[in-house]
C-alpha cells in the first residue's frame, strides 16, 4: 500500500527556517492535492497548508501565511518555513485529498508525521 512520508523535522530557533518534505513510498503523485497539517500536544490537529495538482492553487492558515510557503515537483511537495515560532511546534503531517473550495482542503489519506520543535 502507499504511503505518505514526510521528513525534515527536527529542533529549529525561533526566526529559523526549515523545509519539510513529503513524497509518496511507491507510485508518484500523480497530480494529486496534497495538504499540511500539524498537530500540537493537547490540541487537535489544524490545517497548515494546501496545494493542487498541477502546483498553481495554494492556500494557507492565516496563522502560517506569509511564512510558510507549500510547493511542489513531480514527486515531492515541500513545506517552506520561515521565521518559526514556538508556536509552530508540533507533529506536521501531509496528506492526499482534494479541495472542497479554493481555501477548504479535504485530506483523506494520511502520512506518519514529522516532528517539529522550535525553541525561543
Known amino acids: 500500500q502507499e504511503q505518505l512520508v514526510e521528513s525534515g523535522g527536527g529542533l529549529a530557533q525561533a526566526g529559523d527556517s526549515q523545509r519539510l518534505s513529503c513524497a509518496p513510498s511507491?507510485?508518484?503523485?500523480?497530480?494529486?492535492?496534497i495538504g499540511w497539517f500539524r498537530q500540537a500536544p493537547g490540541k487537535e490537529r489544524e490545517f497548515v497548508a494546501a496545494?493542487?495538482?498541477?502546483?498553481?492553487t495554494t492556500t494557507y492558515a492565516d496563522s502560517v501565511r506569509g511564512r510558510f510557503t507549500i510547493s511542489r515537483d513531480k514527486n515531492t511537495v515541500y513545506l517552506q518555513m520561515n521565521s518559526l515560532k514556538p508556536e509552530d511546534t508540533a507533529m506536521y503531517y501531509c496528506?492526499?485529498?482534494?479541495?472542497?473550495?479554493?481555501?477548504?482542503?479535504?485530506?483523506?489519506?494520511w502520512g506518519q508525521g514529522t516532528q517539529l520543535t522550535v525553541s525561543s
Open positions: 496545494i493542487g495538482g498541477s502546483g498553481i
Open positions: 496528506a492526499r485529498g482534494r479541495f472542497l473550495s479554493s481555501t477548504s482542503f479535504a485530506p483523506d489519506y
Open positions: 511507491g507510485r508518484t503523485f500523480n497530480r494529486y492535492s
